[in-house]
């Protein structure tokens, strides 16, 4: 029903369900379990073995957890994936699975925030060292690496400032030097970029924001290549971090929608991003899949689809006109999440945080998520947003 040769919105559809296991119900229910009875002692010494077919016990191998981790693998063409709590679980955890002390990290200095603060506050803690490197390096990121050099994590496009990485050429470099590399896929989704096909070893998701798409849920993927998995399915297992069938219910609901809300958020994002272009408050739209925009030509070499989140650069004003714009929004929301129906815009400031690289695009930023309203409400909305920036 799921093979290879349909399409992904059909795929989306069919992997990772089983009805004939429940009922016949369409949907692989919310599975709670935490004791598993065994039938015979003879069983119960199988599963101490580790060599028992069924559940063994319910922090490990419910069925909802399984269907989503499965459906979401297939997708993007992974080996296997791991459910975990929060995306940022799924940054972090392959991180202390892959390394130990002594070794190095490289990290794009476009990364998540909070995935910089774990490196920052908890690998040089214990003992890896920990560096930022410029997210355009491509192939010259050479020049960056240590004899001990491990990791290469990306994330494509980054965070606030949307930099599209070449990661063909940095996987290149960083396989000659014996590292495996990592990627922040959360943007583009298993279905906007087929990681695994461009050099990549483990991809994570926060599953919260696309995955999920209603902004109910906290969830993190993390999907490796053979090579990788056992060392993260050992980590997974022995901290006993795996995620809650509730969460991995909705999760795999939202999944099943994703094509159809990823074409909606792309091409009302698109729709928008031109006409925030033409505006002549607006200095310059960052979003890789506007033709013009920067990272454009790497995205359409490389991705596959887009979502609906993207940068504004404003021409200089006073930053009290910027919030009277943002106070005054009325669809637009304010909130530090994106990937659900509604539509979210915050003001932010990459140069605070970026430590390897110069961010200075010639004006205050705002990043918009943008939901899946009708496009023309959300442009009045933005043009009224207009008038109060101008005073
Ligand atoms: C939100 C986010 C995360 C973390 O996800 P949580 O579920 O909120 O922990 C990781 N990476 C990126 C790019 C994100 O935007």
């Given at each position: 029903m799921s093979r290879d040769k349909h399409k992904p919105s059909t795929r989306a559809g069919h992997l990772g369900r089983a009805p004939e296991k429940f009922l016949g119900a369409v949907n692989t229910p919310v599975f709670r379990a935490s004791t598993m009875l065994f039938p015979s002692v003879e069983k119960l010494e199988q599963a101490a073995r580790g060599e028992y077919?069924?559940?063994?016990?319910?922090?490990?191998?419910?069925?909802?957890?399984?269907?989503?981790?499965?459906?979401?693998?297939?997708?993007?063409?992974?080996?296997?994936?791991?459910?975990?709590?929060?995306?940022?679980t799924a940054t972090t955890l392959p991180l202390l699975a892959l390394m130990k002390a002594g070794d190095h990290i490289l990290v794009t200095d476009a990364v998540y925030g909070p995935t910089r603060r774990f490196c920052n506050n908890h690998l040089t803690r214990l003992g890896i060292e920990v560096s930022y490197y410029d997210p355009l390096a491509g192939a010259s990121i050479e020049r960056d690496f240590r004899p001990n050099t491990r990791i290469?994590?990306?994330?494509?496009?980054?965070?606030?400032?949307?930099?599209?990485?070449?990661?063909?050429?940095?996987?290149?470099?960083?396989?000659?030097?014996?590292?495996?590399?990592?990627?922040d896929n959360s943007w583009a989704t298993p279905f906007g970029f087929?990681?695994?096909?461009?050099?990549?070893?483990?991809?994570?998701?926060?599953?919260?924001?696309?995955?999920?798409?209603?902004?109910?849920?906290?969830?993190?993927?993390?999907?490796?290549?053979?090579?990788?998995?056992?060392?993260?399915?050992?980590?997974?297992?022995?901290?006993?971090?795996?995620?809650?069938?509730?969460?991995?219910?909705?999760?795999?609901r939202g999944f099943r929608t994703l094509p159809l809300r990823l074409a909606r958020h792309t091409a009302s994002a698109l729709e928008i991003a031109q006409w925030l272009k033409a505006r002549p408050e607006v200095r310059e739209v960052i979003y890789p899949?506007?033709?013009?925009?920067?990272?454009?030509?790497?995205?359409?070499?490389?991705?596959?689809?887009?979502?609906?989140?993207?940068?504004?650069v404003l021409q200089p004003v006073a930053k009290a006109r910027i919030d009277a714009l943002l106070d005054g929004m009325q669809l637009f929301g304010m909130g530090w999440s994106w990937g659900g129906f509604e539509s979210l815009i915050i003001p932010i400031y990459p140069e605070r945080v970026q430590t390897a690289t110069k961010w200075n695009p010639g004006g205050p930023c705002l990043r918009l998520a943008v939901g899946l309203e009708d496009p023309d409400d959300l442009i009045a909305d933005l043009a009224q947003g207009f008038t109060k920036l101008a005073g």
């Open positions: 077919e069924g559940i063994g016990y319910g922090l490990h191998g419910l069925p909802t957890v399984t269907d989503l981790q499965d459906a979401v693998a297939a997708i993007e063409g992974a080996h296997a994936a791991l459910a975990v709590p929060s995306g940022l290469v994590f990306t994330e494509s496009p980054g965070s606030l400032t949307f930099c599209v990485q070449d990661i063909r050429a940095i996987a290149e470099v960083a396989h000659g030097r014996g590292a495996v590399v990592v990627t087929r990681s695994f096909h461009h050099g990549v070893d483990v991809s994570v998701h926060a599953a919260t924001k696309y995955i999920g798409g209603h902004s109910d849920v906290l969830s993190g993927l993390i999907l490796a290549n053979e090579a990788t998995y056992p060392a993260l399915h050992r980590l997974w297992t022995d901290i006993g971090v795996t995620a809650s069938p509730d969460d991995c219910f909705l999760a795999l899949a506007l033709p013009g925009s920067r990272g454009h030509e790497l995205w359409k070499r490389d991705f596959i689809g887009a979502s609906g989140l993207f940068a504004v």
